[in-house]
């Protein structure tokens, strides 16, 4: 496990921002930080490899959301943010968190083109100042088949959308991920076409669950986790979740993605979470869960879900359509 | 060269027993102080498929290192070896059935048909275990030549198991190709080297005589 330099706030306020997250969250995070203690002395880690478990960055307090818990354990705020898939830092699980150090997600801005009323460039601040920022968990399963709980903080991608006024054309909404190769190491490497794209039907991206993220466990996104704005679609595997968002385009026809693009028999455009529905290399009828403490050995598979769980909400969105044909 | 004496032999031997469990030790270090990642099963998964796997290629080393370097005592080395690389491969499948797949053990047959990279490491590990059953001085005596043979199948089990390293690489991942790709082409050089490059060689220089004669 990395350990991390402490950012610049005092020690008590870390304490008290961790009680307003979650008393018994907290009361874990103390459970693991004995043995991380150890093991950061064994590996020469002097700096404060306590600290390794507990939340870092800007506070960003909000409300949390009644209608969106999953009433499951929570996974770390380490392990969420030490366990990362974004390759524009590095194909590694552990390269964002090591490798996003110098990026720089302020100032942003995001670039809204297409099937709209209102297109141009706006300022993430402007994007965000007439929603309320609330707190929501959701599961997020990863493709690879391993999932975690998370708090998100953000606001609902479709009541944002609403404001563009997308016209009747746009059948589509595309993301692009920034591109800033002095910045993001990984992008050296032609792993993907870059630049990292993503969409969503209309009717899936208005639907409430979607969401545009800005933090989690209560504080800014870390730039390993997409800061300083990505989008969660908790009822679709986790790549369908654009990281890092530069630009907002309302299409006609379905746009190209970026995993559909490099293997489209292995990711299809919908990739909504189907346990029948089994990848080519692997079975995707169960998943380990990340959840707790970290470093439990046992008891982690759990049965994966129906569009994640989110069934009743969302496969309304599908109905008629062939989940393996579309899958 | 003289051959060593017995207590070299047996020093030798203590040292790689010692040597090869090193990983093992490691692994466990790692599990009791939790410092195996977010995702442990995983991390157990691959360290210990990566050991079976260098195993298996440290032991087909031995017959080409012992021609190279002329010591052959060597091949006293050699049954600890293998046993080992079966050891950490079977600790790898241990590992994915009864940590990773517990509780889903439907998913299982399912698994080793429908996935290609799960159907030849089973078989890898499957292959492995006449040659661990037979790697007894008992064995030997009662096989005869038809030991040799058998063990012949080392070779296969060797390339499935690079297969199944190479096989569970993610698509476009070029980078995570590499490895694997390091692996295999180890396992061919070990497979080259085993040719009768000298026979070849002066068959060669016997057809081409008698042309430069006429």
């Known amino acids: ?327 | 060269m003289k051959p060593p004496r017995e207590t070299t032999i047996v020093v030798a031997k203590v040292i790689v027993f010692v040597l090869c469990l090193l990983p093992l030790g490691h692994l466990a270090w790692d599990v009791a102080q939790q410092t195996l990642g977010p995702d442990p099963v995983a991390a157990l998964e691959h360290r210990s498929g990566d050991w079976a796997l260098r195993l298996l290629l440290i032991t087909l080393a031995i017959t080409p290192l012992r021609r190279l370097t002329g010591v052959a005592t060597l091949i006293r080395l050699r049954r600890m070896l293998g046993l080992f690389a079966f050891f950490y491969a079977t600790v790898h499948l241990a590992i994915y059935l009864v940590i990773d797949l517990g509780g889903f053990w439907r998913q299982l047959f399912s698994e080793i048909v429908k996935r290609p990279y799960i159907t030849v490491g089973f078989l890898a590990w499957l292959l492995l275990v006449p040659l661990a059953l037979t790697s007894t001085k008992g064995m030997m005596r009662r096989l005869g030549r038809r030991w040799g043979k058998l063990h012949k199948l080392v070779y296969a089990i060797g390339l499935l198991a690079v297969l199944h390293y190479l096989w569970q690489v993610k698509y476009g991942q070029k980078i995570a190709v590499r490895e694997p790709l390091i692996y295999l082409s180890i396992y061919l050089a070990l497979m080259a080297a085993r040719l009768p490059w000298p026979a070849w060689f002066a068959r060669l220089r016997r057809s081409v005589r008698p042309e430069s004669g006429a």
């Not at chain 1, 490899?49 to 996974?75: C, F, I």
């Not at chain 1, 944002?160 to 190769?181: E, G, I, M």
């Not at chain 1, 639907?207 to 996104?221: K, Q, T």
């Open chain 1, 1 to 327: 496990m990395k350990s991390f330099r402490v950012p610049p706030i005092p020690g008590s306020e870390i304490t008290s921002e961790s009680v307003y997250l979650q008393r018994r969250r907290f009361l874990r995070g103390l459970g693991l930080a004995a043995p991380l203690l150890v093991s950061g002395c064994s590996r020469g880690g002097e700096d404060a490899p306590v600290a390794a478990a507990e939340p870092a960055g800007k506070p960003l307090p909000a409300p949390r959301s009644e209608r969106w818990q999953t009433g499951e354990e929570l996974t770390s705020w380490n392990d969420a943010t030490h366990y990362n898939n974004y390759y524009e830092f590095g194909t590694g699980k552990s390269d964002p968190s090591s490798n996003a150090g110098r990026f720089k997600p302020q100032p942003w801005s995001v670039e809204v083109a297409g099937h709209a009323e209102v297109i141009g460039r706006f300022t993430l601040e402007d994007l965000l100042k007439p929603h309320a920022l609330e707190e929501r968990v959701y599961r997020h399963r990863c493709v690879e088949a391993w999932s975690m709980v998370i708090p998100w903080v953000g606001i609902p991608l479709g009541a944002c959308l609403a404001r563009f006024k997308p016209t009747s054309r746009a059948k589509y909404v595309a993301f692009t991920t920034v591109q800033r190769p002095a910045e993001m190491p990984g992008l050296a490497y032609p792993v993907l076409d870059w630049p990292y794209r993503e969409a969503l039907r209309i009717d899936e991206a208005m639907h409430p669950l979607s969401l545009l993220a800005v933090g989690l466990y209560g504080r800014e996104l870390p730039n390993q986790n997409g800061a300083p704005l990505r989008l969660i679609v908790p009822w679709k595997y986790g790549f369908k979740g654009a990281k890092s968002i530069v630009r907002i385009e309302f299409w006609e026809r379905q746009p190209v993605t970026s995993w559909n693009l490099v293997a489209p028999t292995e990711y299809g455009f919908y990739s909504n979470v189907n346990p029948a529905v089994d990848h080519p290399r692997w079975t995707q009828s169960s998943e380990r869960r990340i959840s707790g403490g970290g470093g439990n050995l046992f008891a982690r598979r759990i049965a994966t879900q129906p569009f994640n769980g989110y069934a009743d909400d969302v496969a309304s969105l599908y109905a008629g359509m062939d989940l393996r044909a579309n899958f």
